[in-house]
Nanobody, 125 residues
Framework: VQLQASGGGLVQAGGSLRLSCPAP????????MAWFRQPPGKEREFVAA????????DYADSVKGRSTISRDSATNTVYLQMDRLRPEDTAVYYC???????????????????WGQGTLVTVSS
């Protein structure tokens, strides 16, 4: 199933963006969902993850305190609210789902079974 992230764009440093990624259907209802990003010329990196209940999300140190991951269980949509954006946050952001896991939050991209098309976030200084 193809996921589609949206909400990216061009924003000035200090600004905010909210990314969203719907994962419709019961298949995704009790799964771990996550956000990764790939900065220009760099490897994909973990940003945040959330379990099916939405409790105790995990964040990369680089975004902790500036970003909030959440999910809407009714629509199986995962969100990433990013505040106080910095130029180093510039990247293509991807949502991911681990179809076989509802609780353990992994930072390893290889653990995730379904990926969405990315959305570009560009932060200008």
């Amino acid at each position: 199933v193809q996921l589609q992230a949206s909400g990216g764009g061009l924003v000035q440093a200090g600004g905010s963006l909210r990314l969203s990624c719907p994962a419709p259907g019961r298949t995704f209802s009790r799964t771990v969902m996550a956000w990764f990003r790939q900065p220009p010329g760099k490897e994909r990196e973990f940003v945040a993850a959330i379990n099916w209940s939405g409790s105790s999300p995990d964040y990369a140190d680089s975004v902790k305190g500036r970003s909030t991951i959440s999910r809407d269980s009714a629509t199986n949509t995962v969100y990433l609210q990013m505040d106080r954006l910095r130029p180093e946050d510039t990247a293509v952001y991807y949502c991911a789902v681990d179809l076989f896991n509802s609780g353990t939050l992994y930072r390893d991209a290889r653990k995730y079974t379904s990926w969405g098309q990315g959305t570009l976030v560009t932060v200008s200084s």
